[in-house]
């Protein structure tokens, strides 16, 4: 078993920068891919960002790119996700994800763990 926590989100202007955390324990993370998708009221939960357990390959959704950086820090069992010059389309629930050997990063149903999210909320 994996669990997940993550931390991080809060209110901010747009433009603003925050850091999600997502802390895993029970068991080393490096054999797992590693990903955040959000999920807006109303809407489906999509993917955001994803890292290879392999290599360090990453991956983006198109509206985040050059914006968002996701990395992974397997001596502390912990996956960030930068976000800066936010929009308000970027609010919603973020979910950090785990996924053994998982090759197929952008598909939430690969997944094996789910945090509980942290709430992003991008103001005007």
């Known amino acids: 078993q994996v669990q997940l926590a993550e931390s991080g989100g809060g209110l901010v202007q747009t433009g603003g920068s925050l850091r999600l955390s997502c802390a895993a324990s029970?068991?080393?993370?490096?054999?797992?891919?590693m990903g955040w998708f959000r999920q807006a009221p109303g809407k489906e939960r999509e993917f955001v960002a994803a890292?290879?357990?392999?290599?360090?390959?990453?991956y983006y959704t198109d509206s985040v790119k050059g914006r968002f950086s996701i990395s992974r820090d397997d001596a502390e069992n912990t996956v960030y996700l930068q976000m800066n010059s936010l929009k308000r389309e970027d609010t919603a629930v973020y979910y950090c994800?785990?996924?053994?050997?998982?090759?197929?990063?952008?598909?939430?149903?690969?997944?094996?763990?789910w945090g509980q999210g942290t709430q992003v909320t991008v103001s005007s």
């Open positions: 994800a785990a996924g053994y050997i998982l090759e197929n990063v952008l598909s939430s149903l690969e997944y094996d763990y």
């Open positions: 029970g068991r080393i993370l490096s054999n797992y891919a």
């Open positions: 890292t290879s357990w392999s290599d360090d390959t990453t």
